[in-house]
């Protein structure tokens, strides 16, 4: 798998970004895609495999298992990453326009088309939001998908063509439950991250805007 | 191993930017760590669950007793504690970038301002200083012109915090595997956990060459913790160094730099007095070492040389033979409109007054300097 083009695209965003934006690109290289990719996904990489139910009937375990994980933890975990970094992409456009802009028009149309304000602010007030949004909404979805966070070690199964209620064991249950506490609190960190921004962003060009209204006041 | 790539970029502008010690971790994190987990340590593992046989065909049984043997692998508990152990370089590596950041707004503003006065009295002579001024902020970006960050002040304590949090999550990590696993693997767990019928013998995949990696990679963070310590010391020793060596030379020749360096006072004040280094003697950007006895003359130098550009930092003379001493720009010269741009051979006339760089050859030129 690779998040090769996951990353150049982030660097990009980075250059566009303000500082607690670059943290937030820092989390999510370090300890959400780096984790994923290098712990992660071997975690996870045989478990359909590994799930043994405590039955001879054929089909018993596939059925159990399709159960127990419609969509495996770490699919789901892909998907936000995925999700979740899209939005920036909203910045870069953005930027990319006003540079489109200016040389077709052939003139400089802008101070300096990275800096974030008028247009591209409210793109990166809108791109913070979807990544806030689109995050809450994944941790809400694993919650609802697993009933909370926990992984059991034993799970109770009595789906046809399982004869009777039998016993299905997960396999690697601890170790999959430390790194989706793992997910859960990074995922909350970069949902501060972005909160703070959002903030911080808010609050700076709305005392930018009070400044300019008093002056023109004056005048 | 392509994974690691992520980490490897990230890290690569910090060993640009570390002492010697740092540079020396640095390397033994990429190629005893990463290189070795990525290549070696993530096959020998590879089968640990599939090849994991206990004496039982009660389904399920197996599991249970490698979820209870293992409730994290080795392998995934050395990725988490590589990543742990990188990230206080990475902070200090993202408060370094910020202050490049500032201080370049900082000059490009001044000279902005400074073009804008010079343009309202119309005075193109000065317009044309003021752009080369100007250029010249953009220029001095340290790290992309070769120049180096000089630790001092927040930096330096940032710098220092690092290391203190990255030898604690080193230690942390140690004693964890040591709580989880001991030290050895042995080949045989003995399990007894629901749903297995009675105490079962499960054996482990490979055990011999799992403790094999298991006693390097204790051994390779035994040497890491080593090595932060080691670095911490030589932080510690300078500095102390420095601080007597400044308080035994409280003397009247500090006076003429105090009195110079007054108008500077504000700026002086935001940052704490740098502490010794002489790892970085002569470096590409002409900073330089000012041993003390050279410090009236250097002072001399100060006012003959109009080319002196403020760097931000407080006076540097007078701190002690060690100090990379960027000059601060005498009082006349900040009224006007600056000074303007370095002379072609700048950076040469300055290495020729150095005496200390003949006392060290070793450091490399792009070590950090302090």
Redesign the interface.
């Known amino acids: 798998m690779s998040?090769?083009f996951l990353?150049d695209l982030l660097s990009g965003v980075n250059k566009y970004s303000t500082?607690i934006g670059?943290?937030w690109v820092?989390v999510v290289?370090?300890?959400r895609?780096?984790?994923y990719?290098?712990?992660a996904e071997?975690?996870w990489k045989?478990e359909h495999?590994?799930f043994?139910?405590?039955?001879k009937q054929p089909g018993c375990e596939n059925v159990c298992f399709d159960h127990f994980f419609p969509v495996s933890h770490i699919r789901l975990w892909a998907l936000q990453l995925i999700m979740v970094s899209t939005p920036s992409l909203l910045v870069v456009f953005h930027v990319a326009y006003r540079e489109n802009r200016e040389k077709h028009h052939n003139q400089k149309l802008y101070r300096n088309p990275g800096k974030i304000d008028g247009g591209l602010l409210c793109t990166y007030l809108i791109s913070l939001i979807l990544k806030t949004g689109l995050e809450i909404a994944f941790l809400v979805l694993f919650y609802k998908l697993y009933n909370g966070f926990r992984i059991p070690?034993?799970v109770k199964c009595d789906i046809k063509p399982c004869p009777n209620t039998v016993?299905?064991?997960?396999?690697?249950?601890?170790?999959k439950m430390?790194?989706l506490y793992f997910l859960v609190a990074t995922s909350c960190l970069c949902i501060v991250l972005n909160l703070s921004e959002l903030s911080y962003l808010i609050f700076k060009y709305s005392i930018k805007c009070y400044l300019k209204r008093h002056m023109k006041k004056q005048q | 191993m392509?994974?690691?790539?992520?980490?490897g970029d990230?890290l690569e502008k910090v060993h640009k930017h570390s002492t010697v010690v740092g540079k020396v971790w640095l390397t033994v994190l990429f190629i005893f760590r990463m290189l070795v987990l990525g290549t070696a340590a993530?096959s020998s593992w590879g089968d640990e669950?599939?090849d994991f046989m206990c004496d039982t065909q009660?389904?399920?049984c197996?599991?249970?007793c490698?979820?209870k043997a293992?409730?994290?692998?080795h392998?995934?508990f050395w990725?988490?504690q590589i990543?742990f152990v990188?990230?206080p370089s990475?902070v200090y590596m993202?408060h370094a970038m910020?202050t490049v950041r500032m201080e370049e707004k900082r000059k490009m503003k001044e000279a902005e301002l400074e073009a804008q006065e010079k343009k309202n009295a119309g005075d193109t002579y000065y317009q044309q200083k003021c752009s080369m001024v100007e250029k010249e902020a953009k220029l001095s970006g340290w790290d992309e012109a070769g120049g180096q960050i000089i630790l001092r002040g927040s930096l330096l304590n940032t710098y220092v915090y690092s290391i203190l949090i990255r030898t604690a999550m080193e230690v942390a990590f140690i004693v964890g595997q040591y709580i989880l696993y001991g030290i050895f693997l042995e080949t045989l767990y003995i399990c007894q956990r629901?749903?297995c019928p009675h105490p079962v013998n499960c054996y482990v995949s490979r055990p011999t060459e799992k403790n094999v990696f298991i006693v390097f990679m204790l051994a390779v963070a035994v040497l890491s913790l080593f090595l932060s310590l080691a670095e911490l010391y030589h932080l510690g020793w300078k500095k102390a160094k420095e601080r007597c060596s400044r308080s035994y030379k409280a003397s009247p020749s500090t006076a003429p730099g105090r009195l110079e360096s007054a108008p500077q006072a504000e700026r002086a004040q935001m940052y704490t007095p740098p502490p010794d280094f002489n790892q970085c003697l002569s470096s590409p950007n002409g900073k330089f070492i000012s041993p003390f006895s050279n410090k009236m003359a250097s002072q001399q130098n100060t006012a003959n040389f109009a080319t002196e550009r403020v760097h931000g930092q407080e006076d540097a003379a007078g701190e002690g033979p060690f100090i990379k001493s960027s000059y601060v720009e005498s009082p006349e010269v900040a009224s006007e409109c600056a000074a303007p741009a370095f002379p072609e051979n700048y950076f040469n006339e300055k290495r020729r007054f150095s005496k200390a760089s003949r006392a060290s050859s070793k450091a490399r030129s792009d070590d950090l300097s302090v």
Not at chain 1, 52 to 55: P, R
Not at chain 1, 167 to 175: A, L, M, Q
């Open positions: 998040w090769a990353r500082g670059r943290i820092a290289f370090m300890f895609l780096l984790v990719v290098a712990a071997n975690i045989h495999d590994e043994e139910c405590n039955i070690r034993l016993d299905c064991y997960i396999s690697k249950p601890t170790e430390i790194f | 392509g994974e690691w790539s992520f980490l990230f993530e669950q599939s009660q389904p399920g197996e599991n249970v490698y979820d293992f409730p994290i692998s392998v995934r990725v988490l990543i990188s990230t990475l993202g910020h629901a749903p």
